[in-house]
């Protein structure tokens, strides 16, 4: 990797809605949800477009229909220009819009090994963190999401997307990027400025979300003692990331999954396994491997997409943080056993299956949880999963083709895998791990056998 790459900033910009729907709110105040959130690290994606035509320019013909696309999008996204608050008179935090905010969109030209980046091989983390927008975060305010525009010169150009957890989840950020590029692919190929689906339009509603045991409270609360009294910072609490580690893309296609589903089937007759509790499973089995130790337990916790599972249930366009979490705890011995993949798989789902009755099970909980994993870096961690193949992050085409490479850049800890849904659209998955290299090719290496011989039907 050459360590001289340059990026230079061509320009800096607001961009505002077009316009202003009456049905959009311009307050909305968190949730107990969004709350869990509020001074992690913001999540962070790259989408990599290869530009077929060198023909084709990007300041003269992408970017002006990118900037306008954007500013139809954020009609609809109002709170997504907005910015989050917290002042003494608010019981909790509240994104607010008001006459002038927007999108801060930066231009940038870099000249990094484009296909090198947007590839599957092994990739330096520093090498993505340029072409990522950092988020204006103060004591009193904090942006909701950032955009950065990069071309690679006559190669293709990246969207790299930085947004604040506490207002957007996976789902939800990533259902904005594609109505964007929904917005955007009409105006290339036909002019308009018409969205023709509804398919990725918000529901605002808060009080859809029963709150029985006032949550919104005790997490708010949670907060306000954290580094408190009263402590109403928004300013994030952004982990160090150790340098030197090394990030590369593995495919678990729909033929592994198929081969592997049918094996754990002879021995779980009667049962469904889903492409998640597989994969997962599949995952930890390597890595208990790769860990080298036969003592304790893996500890492997995976947060879920709780619309569907609420009482009532949301609607999957819900705009917010609607995550549920698990956790399960598998013996060491029975993963690296012959059986290793059935037992994580039975664990999984299992811990799956119990959303369905209990989605808010041990919820007084999570925000207490997740405050006291800031800054821990003493022990053993959980393995933790970021990303879903849900997101079908390769559907969004602005235009010019479906993403080359989707990258979930703020995954970059040796605990936590990404999941994506595959570039190829074979069904299959994308798997992102990061280590120290050494460790890494260790894990491929294990990876690929297991997928090679322990499991041939």
Known sequence: MDHNQSVKIIEVSKVTPSAQESTVPKSLPLTFFDLIWLRFHPIQR?????LSSTELSFLDAILPNLKASLALALRYYLPVAGSLVWPQ?????AVEFVEGDGVVLTVAESDADFYHLAGNGFREIEAYHPLVPQLAVSDDRAAVIAIQLTLFPNKGFSIGITNHHAVLDGRTSTSFVKLWAHLCNLLVTSGSSIPTTEEFMPFYDRSAINDPKGLTGIYANAWLNYEGPNNRSLKLKIPNTRPGLIRCTLKFTHQDMQKLKQWVLKERQNSHISSFALTTAYLCVCIAKSNGT?????AFGFPADARSRLKPP?????FGNCL?????????????????IVVGSKAISEAVKSLEEGALDRAERWCKFMIASIGNDSGEKMITVGGSPKFEVYRADFGWGKPRKVELVSSESPTTVSLTDSGDGDGGIEIGVVKER??????VALFVKGLESDFES
């Open 46 to 50: 790259l989408f990599f477009y290869e």
């Open 89 to 93: 008179h608010y019981a909790v935090p």
């Open 294 to 298: 036969r003592e304790g337990n893996l």
């Open 314 to 318: 949301l609607p999957s366009n819900y």
């Open 324 to 340: 549920s979490f698990r956790s399960v705890f598998i013996e060491r011995t029975e993963l690296l056993g012959e059986k290793g």
């Open 438 to 443: 050494d460790e890494l090719e260790g894990f």
